[in-house]
């Protein structure tokens, strides 16, 4: 086992799955400041919590791949390149879901409500985890772990400390975006590469047929998967994207309208004092006025 690629790997990778988490992490110690529910104390053990749930689910996930060859467990790094790809589709087309999702995760306190937080957050870890489990040995697994755990603890520290420096969070928060995507994607690629699951796949297709079709096979398996797959999350995320009439005002609606298609008017009295603290409501159509107007007359 070589332990400084280990060790650069699991940063690597660590870094990669977690840079979302940051900022979520930057809101919980900012909101700490004000709330006495929340403290930074509790945020770092509800980040260990749901890292650790995280870590045991990623754990079972590679305790099931251990019955399989690890060759076809590598296709699994096609996840990473998935979550890239639905990581820029919204960037491209973001939804009016997306826009609240800072506010939710700002008004949740508690140690469990952190540990929630980033077990949602921790879908991505997951599909990661997995298969780079998948392609090495125990001893290298728990240099991963332990090093997955000294890195959160200075990430919490990093978070904590960028909370204090706004300017430098605004700039990072600007770009970093942009960056996660093609990340995500290469480190897929980076996992399918080194589980040789394509040559492996090749081989044992062309084992069974004299025409050699493994890698047009693959290809085609490939291109429509990974097509169907951004079709998919673009078909998602075009439904979801946010419209100038998310944020209509009530001012913007249209006017109720009778049984004959006439505007209909509200009108308010305000005649005495009883009326002001019991406003009532009186809806005349076009008619009943135009005969009002007559009578007075």
Same mark, same amino acid.
Request: hydrophobic share 45%.
């Given at each position: 086992?070589?332990?400084?690629?280990?060790?650069?790997?699991?940063?690597?990778?660590?870094?990669?799955?977690?840079?979302?988490?940051?900022?979520?992490?930057?809101?919980?110690?900012?909101?700490?400041?004000?709330?006495?529910?929340?403290?930074?104390?509790?945020?770092?053990?509800? =980040?260990?919590? &749901?890292?650790?749930?995280? @870590?045991? *689910?990623?754990?079972?996930?590679?305790?099931?791949? $251990?019955? /399989?060859?690890?060759?076809?467990?590598?296709?699994?790094?096609?996840?990473?390149?998935?979550?890239?790809?639905?990581?820029?589709?919204?960037?491209?087309?973001?939804?009016?879901?997306?826009?609240?999702?800072?506010?939710?995760?700002?008004?949740?306190?508690?140690?469990?409500?952190?540990?929630?937080?980033?077990?949602?957050?921790?879908?991505?870890?997951?599909?990661?985890?997995?298969?780079?489990?998948? =392609?090495?040995? &125990?001893?290298?697994?728990? @240099?991963? *772990?332990?090093?997955?755990?000294?890195?959160?603890? $200075?990430? /919490?520290?990093?978070?904590?400390?960028?909370?204090?420096?706004?300017?430098?969070?605004?700039?990072?928060?600007?770009?970093?975006?942009?960056?996660?995507?093609?990340?995500?994607?290469?480190?897929?690629?980076?996992?399918?590469?080194?589980?040789?699951?394509?040559?492996?796949?090749?081989?044992?297709?062309?084992?069974?047929?004299?025409?050699?079709?493994?890698?047009?096979?693959?290809?085609?398996?490939?291109?429509?998967?990974?097509?169907?797959?951004?079709?998919? *999350?673009?078909?998602?995320?075009?439904?979801?994207?946010?419209?100038?009439?998310?944020?209509?005002?009530?001012?913007?609606?249209?006017?109720?309208?009778?049984?004959?298609?006439?505007?209909?008017?509200?009108?308010?009295?305000?005649?005495?004092?009883?009326?002001?603290?019991?406003?009532?409501?009186?809806?005349?159509?076009?008619?009943?006025?135009?005969?009002?107007?007559?009578?007075?007359?």
């Amino acid at each position: 086992m070589q332990i400084g690629q280990a060790i650069g790997t699991a940063c690597a990778t660590f870094a990669i799955t977690n840079i979302d988490d940051a900022f979520v992490l930057v809101t919980f110690f900012a909101e700490s400041a004000t709330s006495k529910a929340l403290t930074p104390l509790r945020i770092t053990i509800g =980040q260990f919590v &749901g890292f650790t749930v995280i @870590v045991v *689910i990623s754990m079972i996930g590679f305790g099931v791949s $251990l019955v /399989l060859p690890s060759e076809p467990i590598g296709f699994l790094g096609l996840l990473p390149i998935i979550l890239g790809v639905w990581k820029l589709l919204e960037l491209l087309l973001p939804s009016a879901e997306d826009e609240t999702d800072n506010a939710r995760v700002a008004g949740m306190k508690g140690v469990l409500t952190v540990a929630s937080v980033t077990l949602m957050n921790g879908g991505d870890n997951i599909g990661v985890y997995i298969p780079l489990f998948s =392609q090495v040995r &125990g001893a290298e697994i728990a @240099v991963y *772990i332990i090093v997955y755990y000294i890195l959160l603890g $200075l990430w /919490l520290l990093a978070a904590f400390l960028v909370m204090r420096q706004k300017h430098v969070l605004r700039i990072v928060e600007k770009y970093v975006h942009y960056v996660i995507p093609f990340l995500y994607m290469g480190l897929g690629a980076y996992i399918v590469a080194k589980s040789e699951c394509y040559p492996w796949s090749i081989e044992q297709i062309d084992a069974q047929h004299t025409s050699h079709p493994g890698c047009a096979i693959m290809a085609v398996t490939t291109v429509v998967l990974l097509l169907t797959a951004i079709g998919t *999350i673009f078909w998602y995320r075009w439904g979801h994207k946010a419209t100038p009439s998310d944020t209509r005002t009530d001012n913007d609606a249209p006017a109720q309208t009778n049984d004959e298609g006439q505007e209909m008017t509200v009108i308010q009295s305000n005649s005495n004092a009883e009326d002001a603290t019991n406003p009532q409501h009186v809806v005349h159509d076009g008619s009943v006025n135009a005969g009002q107007n007559q009578s007075s007359g």
